[in-house]
Nanobody, 123 residues
Framework: QVQLVESGGGLVQAGDSLRLSCTASGRFFSNYAMGWFRQAPGKEREFAAAISQSGLPPVYADSVKGRFTISRDNAKNTVSLQMNSLKPEDTAVYYC????????????????WGQGTQVTVSS
């Protein structure tokens, strides 16, 4: 049983940065691949970034590659998403998720989900 709680969302202007954090409660956090997904209003939830149990290598969606960085601290049971050069199209609810296997890009492969944190980027 894993519970995930996201934090760090907010309202920013285009070009600004935000750092999202996800804290996990439960045992064996280091056994999970971790991912970040996002869902914009009226759109399907989509993959943003994922990281393996060991932390290498990360996987990114083309839409965020070069701007977002995912990292984890297994000792603290946390995974983070550093978001730089934010664009209005990055506006979405961002969800943290845990995967028992490899860090895939498919939301159906993830077993535990947080409740999400809102990121709004104004133009």
């Amino acid at each position: 049983q894993v519970q995930l709680v996201e934090s760090g969302g907010g309202l920013v202007q285009a070009g600004d940065s935000l750092r999202l954090s996800c804290t996990a409660s439960g045992r064996f956090f280091s056994n999970y691949a971790m991912g970040w997904f996002r869902q914009a209003p009226g759109k399907e939830r989509e993959f943003a970034a994922a990281i393996s149990q060991s932390g290498l290598p990360p996987v990114y969606a083309d839409s965020v590659k070069g701007r977002f960085t995912i990292s984890r601290d297994n000792a603290k049971n946390t995974v983070s998403l550093q978001m730089n050069s934010l664009k209005p199209e990055d506006t979405a609810v961002y969800y943290c998720a845990a995967n028992w296997g490899i860090p895939t890009m498919k939301l159906k492969d993830y077993h535990y989900w947080g409740q999400g944190t809102q990121v709004t980027v104004s133009s």
